[in-house]
């Protein structure tokens, strides 16, 4: 089945600095790819999504990059902030968005003053 | 817009007992509703799949006769945990997405269910 799996469970980085979260799923049937962020307790918050017919997709302070040859795909964070601090996951769907969301593990993003 | 509502947010019941839990989307119409589960420092593991007047989808190992889904409207879909037990505390969140745009799933807040 598919799966889809971080490489780091824990992140820290200097406030300001550029984040780079990495995923990488097994899966060749998914289409489409989707950055979660959720904060304790809560549910997971959309961040940004690329289809897999894309390899980059840019939003506000946020990139995804998708590498379909390797199965590889990563969130970039410019400009870190406190409010950054969170657990992120990267899931995976097929099906064009009639199934359900395969997750990874979760990387806990830790901002340092 | 894209709200999805749960209720209620957090619930403790008795081992042995049922527990129903609700997710509406606010201000869209959902033919389709995922239900997730997730256990503390774990990652979020779908449950079932929903759509509106149809029987659920469930993934391998979920208990359908244990966790009852019900899609009954556009609006609502419950989640029913029967006979619960202590190993069914979780945190049980759920997603909808609207027709036309079937990539874009809205998540709930979620519900904390405690079983003791």
């Known amino acids: 089945g598919e799966s889809v799996g971080l490489h780091l469970p824990t992140l820290s980085v200097q406030e300001g600095d550029n984040s780079i979260i990495n995923c990488a799923y097994s899966?060749?049937?998914?289409?489409?790819f989707i950055w979660y962020k959720q904060e304790s307790g809560k549910g997971p918050q959309f961040i940004i999504d690329i289809r897999s017919n894309m390899d980059k997709r840019q939003g506000q302070r946020v990139t995804v990059l998708l590498n379909k040859t390797v199965k590889h795909l990563s969130l970039q964070i410019a400009a870190t902030q406190p409010g950054d601090s969170a657990v992120y996951f990267c899931?995976?769907?097929?099906?064009?968005?009639?199934?359900?969301?395969?997750f990874g593990k979760g990387t806990h993003l830790i901002i340092q003053p | 817009g894209a709200v999805v509502s749960q209720h209620p947010s957090w619930v403790i019941c008795k081992s042995g007992t049922s527990v129903k839990i609700e997710c509406r989307s606010l201000d869209f119409q959902a033919t389709t509703m995922f239900w997730y589960r997730q256990f503390p420092k774990q990652s979020l593991m779908l449950m079932a799949t929903?759509?509106?007047?149809?029987?659920?989808?469930?993934e391998q190992g979920v208990e359908k006769d244990k966790f009852l889904i019900n899609h009954a409207s556009l609006t609502l879909s419950t989640l029913t945990v029967t006979s619960a037990h202590p190993e069914d505390s979780s945190f049980y969140i759920c997603?909808?997405?609207?027709?036309?745009?079937?990539?874009?799933?809205?998540f709930g807040p979620g519900t904390r269910l405690t079983v003791t």
């Open positions: 899966n060749s049937a998914s289409d489409y």
């Open positions: 997603s909808a997405s609207e027709q036309g745009t079937p990539y874009e799933q809205y």
């Open positions: 899931a995976g769907g097929s099906g064009g968005g009639a199934d359900g969301l395969t």
């Open positions: 929903s759509n509106e007047g149809s029987k659920a989808t469930y």
